[in-house]
């Protein structure tokens, strides 16, 4: 007697690695059918129901999901980034040269502005900035 092919390597409807194992076993299964017609098919069915052939074909279901899930994320990815960025020209269009230009400045302005608070803190605590300053007001 045959084993259920589709419920050893299918456990449920969505079990999509199992649904995909299966096609890879049918088409594997057709391609032996056609390459050798003479033979019974029983013994290729037997083999493939083996557990160790069929968490091989898992396996290689679950590399195609993973293949296919990293693909959509880069598509996703790289449409949301050409969106992005025709939104950010878009605004450029709008605002005009002058006012980009001083948001530029107050931009780097404020990045210098940050840089030297910063440096006063690390070299102020390391040259004893602060006790001096606070004996100096304390005086």
Do not use: C
Not at 35 to 64: C, K, W
Not at 102 to 124: E, K, M, P, R
Request: aromatic share 10%; proline share 3%; charged share 20%.
């Amino acid at each position: 007697m045959l084993p259920q092919t589709f419920q050893t390597f299918v456990d449920h409807r969505q079990d999509l690695a199992g649904l995909i194992a299966y096609a890879l076993y049918k088409a594997d299964k057709v391609d032996f059918m056609k390459t050798h017609p003479d033979e019974d098919v029983h013994g290729f069915v037997l083999g493939m129901n083996l557990p160790s052939q069929i968490e091989a074909y898992r396996a290689e279901a679950l590399t195609m999901l993973e293949d296919m899930a990293q693909q959509s994320l880069a598509n996703a990815l790289a449409d949301a980034d050409a969106d992005h960025l025709r939104q950010l020209k878009q605004i450029e269009r709008r605002l005009g040269f002058w006012p980009r230009v001083w948001s530029n400045v107050v931009a780097n302005l404020i990045a210098a502005a940050i840089s030297v608070l910063f440096v006063v803190l690390v070299f102020g605590s390391k040259l004893n900035f602060w006790a001096n300053l606070l004996k100096y007001l304390g005086e």
